[in-house]
Nanobody, 117 residues
Framework: QVQLAESGGGLVQPGGSLRLSCAAS?????????????ISWYRQSPGSQRELVAR???????GYADFVKDRFTISRDKTKNTAYLQMDNLNAKGAAVYYC??????WGQGTQVTDSS
């Protein structure tokens, strides 16, 4: 069974940066999963619905929500079965639980990003 594990969350000051990671595990079924199916990052803050932040398709094409364009970058390391979300110039609205997911297959448990201001 494929599992996803996010890491890299923490406290962030306005204008700061964080890099989130999403590691896939589960033996041979996880090999190349991001290349085959793509990967998406979502976030959810208290009282709000979960929203799409960024995604990378199996083709390698990327897409971003308008509220993070030019500040966040999604990427994947196909050899390590790991995906990343580089978040720069963070603001208070970036405080949320961030989840990675492989479409129609699996969600991670989330990693918390907290505004320290």
């Amino acid at each position: 069974q494929v599992q996803l594990a996010e890491s890299g969350g923490g406290l962030v000051q306005p204008g700061g940066s964080l890099r989130l990671s999403c590691a896939a595990s589960g033996g041979s079924r996880s090999d190349g999963i991001f290349r085959l199916y793509g990967i998406s990052w979502y976030r959810q803050s208290p009282g709000s619905q979960r929203e799409l932040v960024a995604r990378i398709l199996s083709s390698g094409d990327t897409g971003y929500a308008d509220f993070v364009k030019d500040r966040f970058t999604i990427s994947r390391d196909k050899t390590k079965n790991t995906a990343y979300l580089q978040m720069d110039n963070l603001n208070a609205k970036g405080a949320a639980v961030y989840y990675c997911m492989v479409p129609r297959i699996v969600w991670g448990q989330g990693t918390q990003v907290t505004d320290s201001s």
